[in-house]
């Protein structure tokens, strides 16, 4: 079985993101860009399962401007066998991206598609349902354990709003990362030389026949409203009192 | 303009996120005629459609998909009800409360019907105008929708609040009205996934999402022996209890419990952290709570910069002087 990863490049977690002043977006300029959390913990889940011998090829796949065929080496370092890098511009809606996964799912018939249940930019957790719909295939989304029996059927724990849920689901299949799925590997420096010489295959929009729906425009984007600063207090009665009498929420 | 509300329910009702979901369709306009969908099977369906007939006053329509495929909330069978039910009613929105249903179902439902759907919306300007957070709240992005109906929403149920006097509830009857499920096997999918079980904390305390106080323990609490301290103090005021994904990851508390970005989104009335740093992870998920209170040993921790009252001390001494003088639930 091959198994096919989605992998966004987002701005690292650690940056302090800056509105741009014309609040036509955020600064992404000359700030450092990473794998999306989410996406590595998607690969790394790809990978061991590969190493417990049910998958025989991990495909990492991404859809952007040049610069993310420099996350796709990432994604080789780590130990994906080769990559597909898609050109498209940035930005573009889940949807469009939807469509171009279901295009190269049709190209490399993998029997499992793994992506992070949302990137940490736009946090809009979509791609991942909207690609199971178009291929009409069952989705295990916001999956914190994945069991993989021979039977070609997956076991997912899923972190839901009142517990841990359990689904079977029948292969292929789509499966979305939650956090605590796995602790993703670091690629090591052999590594990293290793997969310099591995496959990055270009796709275009028009190779796969998607056109961008854009049903959606940004109007502005601004900074959230600050809230005002507090007090330190110096003891809990002075807490209790200003918890009764000024907030007066208790 | 009108609406189809997607609902969820529980125990023969409908779930206060869901009602939120109403009170967003509310402000997309004023000639709206809001649907409210539910499905499930037998007697608990029928209990849950006739609350949500009386449930909300902007309620004008009820539509039940009675089958065993909807016993459980699985997002394949959803998915294809939802693209059912608009190609026969039309509808200028769809909603749905942006919880782990909402947030399952709703897209996979846009994609069916070939639709960029809009998540996790914290203000309507208009019906087609939707400001939702990005990068984990830290900046707002303000949406146009352009394409063509229905245009799709999931809501942040902390930012639609049910407004009370929807207790008075109208006496006319909203019309209760099956949904033809005949084509739903279309769906190849439909049968391809199947539900095992949920392993569930029972709780006595008040849910996260809704309740009126929150006490949550970071990563200062150390162990799960400890978090009973913030477990006393919440069962004292009356409050629910939260934890950081540090708490989570720790171990000490199980994952339901985790307030942030990726995890619950609260604004309860009073929020108090113990223990707790302040990454904006944490922040993204409590900071439209009315009143917070932060109590850290180290003095320049974030949390502080969002905190209205600020203690710094260790929590292990100022959780039980609290415990002895806070004044019970009322």
């Keep these: 079985m091959k198994i096919m990863v989605a992998i966004k490049r987002v701005v690292d977690y650690a940056v302090k993101i800056r509105v741009k002043p014309d609040k036509s977006g955020v600064e992404t300029k000359n700030v450092k860009m990473s794998m999306n959390p989410f996406c590595e913990i998607a690969l790394e889940e790809a990978l061991r399962v590969r190493e417990s011998g049910l998958a025989s090829e991990v495909v990492a796949v991404s859809i952007g401007p040049v610069q993310f065929t420099e996350t796709l080496r990432t994604g080789l370092a780590m130990g994906a066998d080769r990559a597909i890098h898609v050109e498209a511009p940035e930005n573009i809606y889940p949807l469009t991206i939807a469509k171009i996964l279901k295009a190269l799912v049709d190209v490399e018939k993998p029997g499992l598609l793994f992506l992070g249940k949302q990137a940490i930019d736009n946090d809009q957790n979509q791609t991942g349902q909207m690609v199971a719909g178009l291929l009409k295939w069952p989705q295990g989304t916001f999956a914190s354990k994945v069991v993989l029996d021979k039977e070609k059927q997956a076991t997912v724990d899923r972190e839901v709003d009142g517990g841990i849920e359990t689904l079977c689901l029948d292969l292929p299949a789509v499966i979305t990362t939650d956090l605590r799925l796995n602790q993703p590997r670091y690629a090591t420096l052999p590594n990293i030389m290793k997969a310099k010489s591995k496959p990055i295959k270009k796709f275009t929009l028009q190779d796969l026949n998607v056109e961008i729906k854009s049903d959606l425009e940004v109007v502005e984007v601004t900074e959230p409203p600050k809230r005002k600063s507090g007090v330190i207090l110096s003891s809990v009665d002075e807490l209790i009192d200003k918890l009764k009498n000024e907030a007066r929420v208790i | ?295 850290n040993k180290d003095a320049d921790a974030p949390i502080f910069q969002v905190a209205d009252y600020g203690l710094v001390g260790d929590l292990f001494d100022v959780i039980p002087e609290l415990l002895e003088k806070l004044p019970e639930k009322k």
Aim: net charge negative; with cysteine.
């Design chain 2, 1 to 295: 303009l009108s609406t189809l509300v997607l609902a969820e329910h529980e125990g023969g009702l409908i779930k206060n996120s869901s009602l939120s979901a109403v009170e967003a369709a509310k402000s997309l306009g004023g000639d709206n005629s809001i649907s409210l969908l539910l499905a499930g099977s037998g007697h608990s369906l029928k209990e849950a459609a006739e609350h949500a007939a009386s449930s909300h006053p902007s309620v004008s329509q009820v539509l039940i998909a009675d089958s065993d495929k909807f016993t459980y909330p699985l997002a394949e069978p959803w998915a294809k009800l939802v693209h059912l039910v608009q190609q026969s009613g039309g509808y200028s929105h769809i909603i749905a409360a942006s919880g782990s249903f909402g947030k399952n179902v709703l897209p996979r439902a846009a994609a069916l019907l070939d639709i960029s759907p809009i998540t996790d919306v914290t203000k309507i300007s208009g019906s087609n105008l939707f400001i939702r957070p990005i990068y984990a709240g830290n900046a707002l992005s303000t949406v146009r929708y352009t394409g063509s109906s229905p245009c799709m929403l999931s809501i942040r149920a902390t930012s639609f609040p049910v407004a009370s006097e929807t207790a008075d509830l109208k006496s006319n009857a909203v019309s209760i009205d099956q949904v033809d499920l005949s084509t739903l096997d279309e769906d190849e999918s439909v049968a391809k996934s199947t539900y095992v079980k949920l392993s569930a904390q029972i709780s006595e305390r008040p849910d996260l999402g809704n309740a009126r106080i929150v006490v949550t323990g970071g990563r200062g609490v150390k162990s799960a022996e400890n978090f009973k301290m913030i477990d006393k103090l919440a069962e004292k005021i009356g409050a629910a209890v939260g934890a950081t994904r540090a708490a989570v990851d720790a171990g000490l508390v199980p994952n339901d419990l985790q307030v942030g970005q990726t995890g619950k989104i609260v604004a309860p009335e009073l929020y108090m952290a113990f223990g707790v740093s302040g990454a904006i992870q944490h922040i993204a998920g409590m900071r439209d709570s009315k009143v917070i209170v932060a109590v």
